[in-house]
Every structure is written in C-alpha cells, then in structure tokens.
C-alpha cells in the first residue's frame, strides 16, 4: 500500500521557467507533509513543509500547495534554475512523535539552461 | 553531511554473509532512522529509535536488525545478505521526532552478489 505517490518520475523545464511537481497520498492522519531533494551521491536535504491545517506556504523561489480533498500536494519552483535539476520525494508525517516520515518514490527534475 | 556519518560508503559483499553499517552522529539527537532507497520505491524505513536501547520496525524490516547502544551510533545488521538487500542506504536524524527536518547522512551502497 502506497501511501505517498509521485506519479511522474520525471520532469525536463526551461530554465526560468516553472517546474510543478506533483505528490498523492492516501493517509488522511497526516498532519504535515515535507519536500525533499537529493543530489546524486548525497542524502536528501529538508527544503519545505506545510502543516495540513494550511493550504500554502512559500519559502523564496519554493511554493507547497495543499489540496486536502484531494489528497493532493505540489511544489512550485519559480524561477527554475539549472542547480534545482535533482531528484525530489514528498513525505507526509504522521501524528506520533517519532518522526516516522512516509516518502513517495521521487520525482527527477531536469532544468535545461 | 555535518553531524552525521555513514560507514562504510559503499561495500560488495556475498550471499549469505552477514553485514553492519553504521550511523554515528554528534547531535545528541534522541531520533534515528534507517532507510532504503530503491528506484521506483523511493525511501522506505527499515527500523528507527527513539532513544537508547529503544528500537522498532518500520515498513521492510524483514532480514534487517538494529542496536542502539549509544545515543550516537545506530547500527543495521543484514543477518545474513541476499540479492534483494542491494540498495542505498541512509541514515538520518531527528532532534524531536516531529519528522520536521530530518538530517541526512551520505547514504551507504550496499551491493550483494
């Protein structure tokens, strides 16, 4: 059972363009949800969050959109740049206070200079 | 990444041995984790802890065990290796189990043959 789904493995942007990138997920106890990137032959680094009572936040060139009766996330990148270019996992956490994050299976972002 | 190290980085190992990897890390952070990552699954947890001595299973912890004797080293031992155990592995770290911001160390590439 998946409950986190990124659907697109990939996604190839013009450079200052937007990239969109796109998260479902099942588990309605999440209370927040996070983005991750991963460079290659690095770990992933936290970049945004946004808590399930909202339904926006920014963070400079970086926008998480949540939709919750859809069950749907997104993660607007404007302007895209070419060092954006990196694999990106959605995650949702749930309520305990372990710190149990639950990621979806990524989605490669290519920005074209 | 700061704080947090991985060893070895990568390791060939046989069928049927068994392996451990190491987590060491200098945050004092009460949280650790063990992840997989696999291509078309993402991240996946294999164990966690949340304190000394404190472990428990997370979602693909079969033929995987964990210790955590100290509050900085988390060790994951493959008891004994098979085909399906090649992946990345990483470790990370949480300071409050809130699943905000995890750290991320350098992730290990396990290869069994």
């Known amino acids: 059972d998946q409950q986190v789904k990124q659907n697109s493995p990939s996604l190839s942007v013009q450079e200052g363009r937007i990239s969109i990138l796109n998260c479902d997920y099942t588990n309605s106890m999440f209370d927040y949800f996070l983005w991750y990137k991963k460079y290659p032959a690095e770990g992933p680094t936290f970049l945004i969050s946004i808590s399930s009572i909202k339904d926006k936040n920014e963070d400079g060139r970086f926008t998480v959109f949540l939709n919750k009766s859809a069950k749907h996330l997104s993660l607007h990148i404007v302007p895209s740049q070419p060092g954006d270019s990196a694999v990106y996992f959605c995650?949702?956490?749930?309520?305990?206070?372990?710190?149990?994050?639950?990621f979806g299976q990524g989605t490669t972002l290519q920005v074209k200079p | 990444d700061a704080g947090i190290t991985q060893s070895p980085r990568h390791k060939v190992t046989e069928t049927g041995t068994p392996v451990t990897l190491r987590c060491h890390q200098t945050?004092?952070?009460?949280?650790m984790y063990w992840y997989r990552q696999d291509p078309g699954h993402g991240l996946r947890l294999i164990h966690y802890s949340y304190g000394v001595k404190d472990t428990d299973k997370g979602e693909v912890s079969d033929g995987y065990s964990v210790s955590r004797s100290k509050t900085e080293d988390f060790l994951l031992t493959l008891e004994s290796a098979t085909s399906s155990q090649t992946s990345v592995y990483f470790c990370?770290?949480?300071?409050?189990?809130?699943?905000?911001?995890?750290?991320f160390g350098s992730g290990t590439r396990l290869t069994v043959v």
């Open positions: 995650a949702g956490h749930g309520s305990s206070n372990t710190g149990k994050l639950i």
């Open positions: 990370a770290i949480s300071e409050t189990g809130q699943g905000i911001g995890y750290t």
């Open positions: 945050e004092n952070h009460r949280y």
